[in-house]
């Protein structure tokens, strides 16, 4: 009798967002995770978890300049050794499969880490983890040797030598200079057999993965079918997986509803599209899972381009923009809070957060344009003949990107700056657009880390000597780069690096470079019943307790 | 004359509903509240309502008015691409069956070309230098015309052999004259029936190229990039995908009833078999 209560009150928990929800007030904020987090012991042995993925992966070395998507670490971190697993709350913590502790064992001269490894990690070929996958990993992607076509050098840059510690089972990684996010570094660990070679790591995990270390093992990754069939590995030495079997399987994001609503698939991330949450929720069995992941949505505004090299005109884009109106028309019907994004580093939630935005004012928009020269003729700004016209550049078909442009062009007209508005298929966006800076305004999502002075270094950093990284507006200062800098190496001191932090933030602010829209909201349909995978927020999923609970 | 009714009605039906239509298109804005420009920041993707009729846009417009708006482009585009493909084709078919000889076969050998290659993914590939919405009209217009073409110059070899047109060239009259007085009027229920068809074309094949991201480019809007817009969302919120359907499903039924009223009315041939 009980369970029936329970099973009957359970959709209402889960009713669809929007419409009956309106009058309630606004929304609660959500909270940093929610997987449906249940003990081992409620989740059932067996079954058969079926995944989607956003592509086909064709380069399984996660660290390779190709692999380097989301799809790709999905599937390994299932069936490679990921040494730190971070929580809910962003801290990374040593997985005990793999690592008996992992800490700074020193600070001078030089950081070291000292790692010691489980002795019961074996790779799939019989070998032992150790110092030599260590020392691979850290050459390949130290950027070195250009054999190694790598997707980032972040943290193993630094890396000034990999050794054995004393004691058997013991890594030691020095550091040239300190590095305060070292916990991210080595997950997941490829084995050196497969990568040490720049042949092997550049072409041994093309279409396979060759050697594992997980609570699953690849039965099969089936190219016509773009299906990757992982099984629970017997040879696992940690608690066994709940699961029998994860089918991944690559579906196109406009299928995605239908897929769910077909039983074809066990999850659905919908992202910012209240349409797919609908649908997807209105499915029987399904169930809403809701997080402020570390996800942001932002515009990027190219400073290269001659109107918006002068920062007053910049600043004008940035003011005469109404931030809050343009989360209330990205995330209407999703039943979310209405919270602009206010720091460059930190989303809110985590420690640190500060929203350093200037506030919305279109009259000083207008008076810094005024300053810079662009005078008002009739319904357009001009100056030495030419007229202020920006191009917005978006990606056709992503939810969410054709509000923000019309709503931008809406609030720019109202300061006297004409707006081109261009349509460009998604697949071209960065290759033909953004990368090449053919564009005035472009708005994408940063995928959010724990560590984010280190990750997003390359999108703020000043470019030089003709690399860009990923830093798109094409501006930085010496200031912003050696507040990011300190604050990736105040490695054993938290509080300075998150004032370093937050000295970087306002200082990018005032170059108005890249404009923070929103924290994006992680909303995850699953089957009612999944436990320990959802959305997952900043936390990462142990694969081998995701299941489903006991009817 | 009692014969040909059913094609008059139709025609009359047809006329109607596209005066309707059109009437609603271009005199429409003037009553309704909203214009497709101005953005309801109190409202993003509501439903219909007193203040929106057929509801807003997730970026707060309203989706009468830009349903109005993509009528106006689509109906343009159909007019001008009827008027241009079916006016090209007459000129082409007649200047080679008058003139016969190498224009007539360079001509035809033109027709044929554009005939053979894939007209939908030529436009698609040329459309985003001409940008969208009118720009368009030439480019479809380009791949329209063949097939008339070749019909009017097949009518005007017969035409150029009767007897009164022999006479005309016999007493002195000129190659345009002979087609301005005693050819182009027997072409004309012809032109106008293809002309009338090539609205519709028109307007199914600009909404097509709109739908896969080629036609009119924001602010713009067609009913073509109106669909697109709501298709994802047409199981979850139907009035946005049913606004932008409809018209162009009743455009394209009106004008198909005026195009085949008028066949049936001025072609005495298939008003005796109706």
Redesign the interface.
Known sequence: MRARTLLAVAPLLVAPPGGCGEAAGPPPVPPPADVNPAPRAEVRTGGTLRWPLPEFPVQWNVNHADGSRSAVGTVVRAVLPVLMRADARAVAHPVPEYLLSARVTRLRPRQVVTYRLNPAARWSDGRRLGVADFAAQARALSGADPRFRVATVTGYRQIARVEAGTAPGEVRVVFARPYADWRGLFSPLYPASRTAAPDAFNRAWTNRIPVTAGPFRVARIDRMQQTVTLVRDSAWWGRPARLDRIVFRALDG?ALPGAFAADEIDLIDVGT????L??AAAAPSAAVRRAAGPDWRHLTLNAARPALADVRVRRAVFAAL?RT?LV???L??LDWPVRPLGNHFVVPGRPGYRDNAPPYDPAAARRLLDAAGWRLHGRHRTRGGRTLVLRFVLP??V??A??E???T??MLRNVGIGVD???V?VADLFDRYVAPGAFDIVPFTWLGTAFPASALRSAFARPSGGGLLQNYARHGTAAIDRAMDRAASAAGDPRRARALLDKADRLLWREATVLPLYQRPQIVVVRRGLANLGANGFSEPAYEDIGFTRP | MTRRLPGNRRTTAGAVLLTALFLAAFLGPLVAPWDG?R?D?AA??APPSAAHWLGT?????DVLALTLQGMRTSLLVGLLVAVLSTGFAAAVGMTAGVLGGWADRLLMFGADLLLVLPSFLAVAALAPSLGGGPGLVPLIAAFLWMITARMVRAMTLSLNRRDYVRAARYLGVGPVRVVVRHILPHLASLLIVDAALNVSLAILTESGLAYL?FGA???DVSLGTLIA?AR??A???PWLFAAAAGPLVLIVLAVNLLGDGLRDALDPAIARCS
Request: net charge positive; glycine share 10%; proline share 12%.
């Open positions: 406009a599209d209240a349409a797919a609908r649908r109404d109106a209330r028309a990205d209407a019907g056709a078909g939810p969410g054709k509000p442009a019309e709503l062009r809406a508005v261009r349509i298929p | 420009e953005i920041y993003f993707r846009t997730q970026s707060g417009r991201g480019q924001p602010p817009d994802a969302a199981p979850v919120y």
